[in-house]
């Protein structure tokens, strides 16, 4: 690593006064810290969240939850009140790094194959940051791309919960993240699919499967699909032709499973 | 370099690091605490899991400065003062659960943890929390074996397969 100094500030305000310019944000460093090791980061200053009360907990409120943007996954995954979002959170990495990633970083980070941007994206999410919120939508913008701005700190994110929803990940087994996963969550307005681990462009809405389940939320309603590989991921792992597959297969056993 | 402090295996320690110090090497490094390994340095293998505030974390994914004011517990901690092995590390000895042992010390810590919340753990519960410990020598059988037999199970069953 090079050489760089930390602040832990226990405020979002005295936070955002330290960021910018060189300095980044720290949260769960489950991503950021290898990511150091490797040298492909070379902040002057980390800027930890995780001393932030004002960041971490989750509260509900009219069928709303809020999760702070540094609370970590073990504890979205004990807290139940969304069971889909409880459940995928509890299958992320390892418990190790379940007790020290955080929401916020997940989704700042936007890794094509991690999982919170498919709950986001799915059940229409809200990111809150410090200066505004941005609906999960206008959000996230392509792989490891977000609408977040220089040392703009996503300070919590608003999950409405949804008559039903369930996550099906197809877990690469050496990583443990997602070679396919699909969120599915149906909501007042509709159907909302969010495919996580597939595509060039990252995170992204699986709009013919959500006009099918709106018209009947069934397996069958997915029959006459087909996904098209195109601009899906070639890696090691899996064809473009293979993800495609999965893509359908994770979305049904989503739908029989959603509760 | 900033000054931290934090309670180790219940005893108060005060140290200067630098901000990319890991909890890892303040241990090793600083405080000649060994028994936490590093095997990947890059988060996968669990070797240098030790408790923070009561929670299993990998520590060559902590900076030190982050475990400021913290009560950490190390592998160093868990045997009782005159050396006698607690449940877990007695029974990891008793049914083979390490050979090189060089996994063994994060598998006792997570094993710790794991048993803290879920005292009777079912073997697929104990495999699943076992997903980011690697262990390239046992197998992980007689690893699954030790830990139902610290958490008071009957192990026959498991020793038949
Ligand atoms: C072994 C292993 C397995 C994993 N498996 C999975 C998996 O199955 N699914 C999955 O989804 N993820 C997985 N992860 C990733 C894990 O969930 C990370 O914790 C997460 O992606 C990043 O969160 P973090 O809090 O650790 O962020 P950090 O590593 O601290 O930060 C990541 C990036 O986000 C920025 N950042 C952090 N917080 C904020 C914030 N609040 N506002 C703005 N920017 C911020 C940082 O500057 C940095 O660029 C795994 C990680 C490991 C090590
Ligand atoms: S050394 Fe920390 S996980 Fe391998
Ligand atoms: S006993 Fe050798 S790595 Fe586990």
Known sequence: MYAFDIE?????????????GENQALSGGQTLIPTLKARLASPEKLVSLTAIAEMKGISSAGG??????????????????YKALSELAAHIGDPAVRNRGTIGGSVANNDPAACYPAAALASGATIVTNTREIAADDFFLGMFETALEEGEIVTAVKFPIPEKANYQKFVQPASRFALVGVFVAKTTDGVRVAVTGASNEGVHRWTAAEEALNASFAVSAL???????DNLI?????????????????????VSAAS | MTKVTMTINGKSVAGDVEGNTLL???LRDDLHLTGTHIGCDTSQC??????????AVKSCTMFATEANGA??????GQAAADGTLNVIQQAFQDHHGLQCGFCTPGMVMSTAALLKDNPKPTVTEVRTYLEGNICRCTGYHNIVKAIMAASGQDVSAIAAE
Not at chain 1, 8 to 20: F, K, S, V, Y
Not at chain 1, 235 to 254: N, Q
């Open chain 2, 24 to 26: 890892a090497s303040f």
């Open chain 2, 71 to 76: 009560e950490v517990a190390t592998i160093e």
């Open chain 1, 223 to 229: 029959d006459d699909l087909t996904v098209s590989a």
């Open chain 1, 234 to 254: 070639a890696d090691l792992h899996g064809s473009p032709e293979y993800r495609a597959h999965l893509i359908k297969v994770m979305t049904g056993r989503a």
């Open chain 1, 8 to 20: 832990c500030p226990t405020t979002i305000a005295e936070a955002a006064q330290a960021l910018g």
């Open chain 1, 64 to 81: 709303v939850l809020s999760i702070g943007g540094a609370t970590c996954h073990a504890d979205v995954a004990a807290d139940g009140s």
């Open chain 2, 46 to 55: 669990g070797a240098c899991v030790v408790h923070v505030d009561g929670r």
